[in-house]
């Protein structure tokens, strides 16, 4: 069956500063990968996918990678801020529906 | 609607009784999917429906929880019997599977529904 791994269950980085998180998976190929962020007491939101023939797709200071060889996408926030603080959580589409554990980021002023 | 309404925000029950779960998901979105999260840890996956489908039911944990599905409106989340270890926030989430493109499934979440079992 899928497995996602997310390596991190928790982040801190000082702001300004590029947060990397990691999401790594096993036993699928996606066509999609997504990424959603959560906010305590919130559900997800989406915030970005990224297909399997894209290397890199950017919004605004969010970079993700999805790598298919390393079955691996990254996720970037460069010049970071206190309210990028959340949890972020990668899912493979189609799929089964299942999302990874998330990475817990929080970034200090 | 705007977006995903899940009912109850908040529910308080005795250990045993049973619970619904509401959730009326995005007009025209043909699919609708149930997770569970528990304090402090990730998304666990209970059901998802698409069209007239039968629904996955893969993830429900035992035979205490079942759901329905009115057409592509509402479904319903019933825990029968319910434990304290169903303690949990309940979040329901809707996509149109159709575009964006097909097969992105992107899903757009409700607030969800805190479960709290004495």
């Known amino acids: 069956s899928q497995k996602i791994e997310q390596n991190s269950e928790a982040l801190n980085i000082q702001e300004g500063k590029t947060a990397t998180l990691t999401c790594n998976y096993t036993n699928y190929s996606p066509a999609y990968l997504q990424w959603y962020r959560q906010d305590p007491g919130r559900g997800p939101v989406f915030l970005l996918l990224?297909?399997?023939?894209?290397k890199e797709k950017r919004k605004e200071r969010l970079k993700v990678t999805f790598d298919t060889t390393l079955k691996q996408s990254l996720f970037h926030i460069t010049a970071s801020q206190p309210a990028d603080s959340a949890t972020y959580l990668c899912a493979l589409r189609p799929g089964d529906m299942r999302f990874g554990a998330g990475t817990r980021l929080t970034v200090k002023p | 609607g705007a977006g995903v309404s899940q009912s109850p925000s908040n529910k308080v029950t005795e250990k045993g009784k049973d619970v619904e779960l509401r959730c009326d998901p995005i007009s025209g979105h043909t699919a609708l999917y149930w997770y569970r999260q528990r304090l402090g840890q990730g998304l666990e996956f209970l059901i998802y429906f698409q069209g007239n489908s039968a629904p996955d039911k893969s993830g429900l944990p035992s035979d205490r929880f079942s759901a329905e599905r009115t057409g592509e409106s509402v479904s319903t989340l019933t825990i029968q019997r319910t434990q304290q270890e169903d303690s949990a926030v309940y979040l329901c989430?809707?996509?149109?599977?159709?575009?964006?493109?097909?097969?992105?499934?992107?899903?757009?979440f409700g607030a969800g529904s805190r479960l709290t079992v004495l």
């Open positions: 989430a809707s996509s149109f599977s159709g575009t964006f493109p097909s097969g992105a499934n992107v899903l757009t």
């Open positions: 990224i297909r399997e023939n894209e």
